[in-house]
């Protein structure tokens, strides 16, 4: 039993150091004062589509 705890804790203190700077840095690049300037682009690029090319017919 005491095995077992001891790998499942080398387990998680692994995968923090791996996964520790990826979500940090993620959670830092998606900010919440990012969030108007990321569904700003994405508003235009849906609206930005070419009319003939998303023409439907009735």
């Known amino acids: 039993m005491?095995?077992?705890i001891f790998f499942i804790s080398?387990?998680?203190i692994f995968s923090y150091w791996i996964f520790e700077p990826?979500?940090?840095f993620l959670t830092n690049?998606?900010?919440i004062k990012f969030l108007p300037i990321i569904f700003l682009s994405l508003f235009?690029?849906?609206f930005s589509i070419n009319?003939?090319?998303s023409h439907i017919e009735m």
């Open 29 to 31: 690049l998606i900010e």
């Open 22 to 24: 990826l979500t940090s």
């Open 51 to 53: 009319k003939e090319e």
């Open 10 to 12: 080398l387990i998680q």
């Open 44 to 46: 235009i690029f849906l």
């Open 2 to 4: 005491l095995l077992l």
